[in-house]
C-alpha cells in the first residue's frame, strides 16, 4: 500500500487508507483491559469476602495474561490476525462472562474461581501488539511510523485512565460484574471488527517464505541480542513507573496530604507522559532510535530520583510531571526498535515481548517497593526506583545479526519490502 506522504503528521497518519477504522476498532478492543482489572477486582472482593483471595485470582489472572503474551503472538505470526486473533478473543469473552457468572453468586469456591481466571489470562488477545505491527505494515515511511506509535501509546494512556472511571460510573447503577460482562462484550465487538478491517488481511507468504521462520542470515540468537536492549528498557521503565504509586502515597502520609494529593500527583505522570509522547512523535529526530532510548531511559531515572528530594507536594508534582515526559517516548521507542529489528514472520512477537517487558516490571516494581518503602527512607527509594531505568540505559544496542548498532541513517530496510499496492500481510499490552 502506498503512503509516501509529503508531510508526516498525526493527520497524516489517520488518513492512511483503513487506519482509522483499523485503530478505532483496536482501541474499542482494548478499553477492555480498562474496565476488566477494577470490575474483577470487585466482583472477586464482593463474592469471595476476602481481599487475600481476591488478589490471589487477580494475579493469577495477570500472570498467565503476561507472560503467556509471546505465545499467544506467535500464534498470530503464524496464522495471521483474523485466524488467531478472533478465536482467542471469543474464548477470552466468554471466560469472562463464566467468571462474571460465578461471581454472580457469593460463596462459588476460590479454586473454581482462580482456574477460571487463570484460563481467562491465557487467552487474553494481544491487540497492542498486533494494531503496531498493522502500523508497520500500512506505514512504511519510518517518520509516520514514530507519530502512528506515538498516537498508539497516548491513546493507551487514555484507555487507562476512562476504563476505571467507566467502572465507577458502573458500579453506581449495577453490581460490579456488570463491568466484567462489559470488559468481554468490548473485546469480542472490538476484535471482530478489528480483523474484519482490509488493513489486516492476510495473503499468502511471498514466494519461498515460511511463516515464523526468521529471515535468512538472522538466527535465533541474533534475534535475542537485537531485542535485549528494547526489552531491558521497556522492562525498566514498566518497574520505575509502577513504584511511582506506592512512593506517592507515602510521601503523602509522611507529609500529611490527603488521597486528592495522591491523584494529582498520579494524574501529573499520565499528563507528562501524554505530552511527552506526542511531542517525541512530532520531532523530526536526526539520531538513530537506538541512540535515543538511552536518553529517554535516562530521562525517567534521573527525574524519578529528583522526585525524592522534593520538599512539598507541588514539587513533587513537577519532577514526576517532567518523568513521565521521557515514559512514552521511552516505550514507543523501545517498540519501534522491536519492529526494527524483527525478522519476517516475528513482527507480533517482537512487539509481546516489549509489552511483556512492560508488564512483568511493572509487577516487579509493584512488590519491590512495597518490601523498601518501609525499611528505607523515601528519598533511598525514589532513587533506587529511578536507578533501574538509569542503568537500563547502559545497555548497548544490538542490530539484528548481534553487532552493535552504530548510530546512523535509520534503516530503510522495510520500505524496500513493502508491495506497492493492496494490503499487506500482518505477521501477527494487550
Same mark, same amino acid.
Given at each position: 500500500m502506498s503512503t509516501s506522504l509529503p508531510r508526516p503528521s498525526y493527520a497524516a497518519v489517520l488518513r492512511v487508507p483503513h487506519?482509522?477504522?483499523?485503530?478505532?476498532? /483496536? !482501541? =474499542?478492543?482494548?478499553?477492555?483491559?480498562?474496565?476488566?482489572? @477494577?470490575?474483577? %477486582?470487585?466482583? &472477586?472482593?464482593?463474592?469471595?469476602?476476602?481481599?487475600a483471595a481476591a488478589g490471589l485470582v487477580m494475579a493469577l489472572f495477570g500472570a498467565t495474561s503476561v507472560f503467556l503474551s509471546p505465545?499467544? /503472538? !506467535? =500464534?498470530?505470526?503464524?496464522?495471521?490476525?483474523?485466524?488467531? @486473533?478472533?478465536? %482467542?478473543?471469543? &474464548?477470552?469473552?466468554?471466560?469472562?462472562?463464566?467468571?462474571?457468572?460465578?461471581?454472580?453468586?457469593?460463596?462459588?469456591?476460590?479454586a473454581v474461581l482462580a482456574a477460571t481466571a487463570a484460563s481467562a489470562g491465557a487467552c487474553t488477545p494481544p491487540l497492542g501488539p498486533v494494531m503496531r505491527a498493522v502500523w508497520a505494515e500500512l506505514l512504511p515511511d519510518r517518520r509516520?511510523?514514530?507519530?502512528?506509535?506515538?498516537?498508539?501509546g497516548v491513546a493507551e494512556e487514555l484507555l487507562f485512565v476512562s476504563g476505571p472511571l467507566l467502572v465507577g460510573g458502573i458500579v453506581t447503577v449495577a453490581p460490579p460484574v456488570g463491568g466484567v460482562v462489559l470488559s468481554a462484550v468490548l473485546v469480542a465487538v472490538g476484535t471482530l471488527a478489528f480483523v474484519t478491517s482490509p488493513a489486516t488481511a492476510a495473503p499468502r507468504p511471498?514466494?519461498?517464505?515460511?511463516s515464523g521462520d526468521p529471515a535468512p542470515g538472522d538466527g535465533a540468537t541474533g534475534q535475542v541480542r537485537a531485542l535485549l536492549q528494547?526489552?531491558?528498557?521497556?522492562?525498566?521503565?514498566?518497574?520505575?513507573?509502577?513504584?511511582?504509586?506506592?512512593?506517592?502515597?507515602?510521601f503523602a502520609g509522611e507529609h500529611g496530604l490527603g488521597d486528592g494529593a495522591v491523584a494529582w500527583v498520579l494524574a501529573a505522570l499520565s499528563v507528562g507522559s501524554a505530552v511527552g509522547g506526542l511531542v517525541n512523535g512530532a520531532v523530526a529526530w536526526s539520531r538513530p532510535t537506538r541512540a535515543r532510548l538511552?536518553?529517554?531511559?535516562?530521562?525517567?531515572?534521573?527525574?524519578?530520583?529528583?522526585?525524592?528530594?522534593?520538599?512539598?507536594?507541588?514539587?513533587?508534582?513537577?519532577?514526576?510531571?517532567f518523568a513521565g515526559l521521557f515514559v512514552a517516548p521511552a516505550l514507543t521507542t523501545a517498540y519501534l526498535i522491536a519492529d526494527e529489528s524483527a525478522a519476517p514472520g516475528f513482527r507480533v512477537r517482537a512487539g509481546a515481548w516489549c509489552n511483556t517487558a512492560v508488564n512483568?516490571?511493572?509487577?516487579?516494581?509493584?512488590?519491590?517497593?512495597?518490601?523498601?518503602?518501609?525499611?528505607?527512607?523515601?528519598?533511598?527509594?525514589?532513587?533506587?526506583s529511578g536507578a533501574v531505568a538509569a542503568a537500563a540505559a547502559l545497555v548497548p544496542g544490538y542490530g539484528r545479526g548481534g553487532a552493535v548498532r552504530r548510530a546512523g541513517p535509520i534503516s530503510r530496510r522495510r520500505s524496500r519490502a513493502r508491495r506497492p499496492s493492496g494490503p499487506s500481510r500482518v505477521s501477527g499490552r494487550p
Open positions: 487506519a482509522r477504522r483499523t485503530f478505532a476498532a /483496536a !482501541l =474499542l478492543g482494548r478499553l477492555s483491559y480498562g474496565t476488566v482489572s @477494577l470490575s474483577l %477486582m470487585l466482583s &472477586l472482593t464482593r463474592s469471595t469476602g476476602s481481599y505465545y499467544r /503472538a !506467535l =500464534l498470530v505470526d503464524r496464522h495471521g490476525p483474523r485466524r488467531a @486473533l478472533l478465536p %482467542m478473543a471469543l &474464548l477470552y469473552a466468554v471466560l469472562l462472562c463464566v467468571l462474571a457468572a460465578a461471581c454472580w453468586r457469593p460463596g462459588t469456591p476460590p509516520l511510523l514514530q507519530r502512528a506509535y506515538s498516537l498508539d511471498a514466494a519461498g517464505e515460511k528494547p526489552v531491558v528498557v521497556a522492562a525498566a521503565v514498566g518497574v520505575s513507573v509502577s513504584a511511582v504509586d506506592l512512593l506517592v502515597v507515602a538511552p536518553f529517554f531511559a535516562a530521562g525517567v531515572g534521573l527525574c524519578l530520583a529528583a522526585a525524592g528530594l522534593a520538599p512539598g507536594l507541588g514539587t513533587l508534582v513537577l519532577a514526576v510531571m512483568a516490571g511493572m509487577s516487579a516494581g509493584a512488590a519491590a517497593v512495597g518490601l523498601l518503602v518501609e525499611r528505607l527512607p523515601l528519598p533511598v527509594c525514589f532513587a533506587l
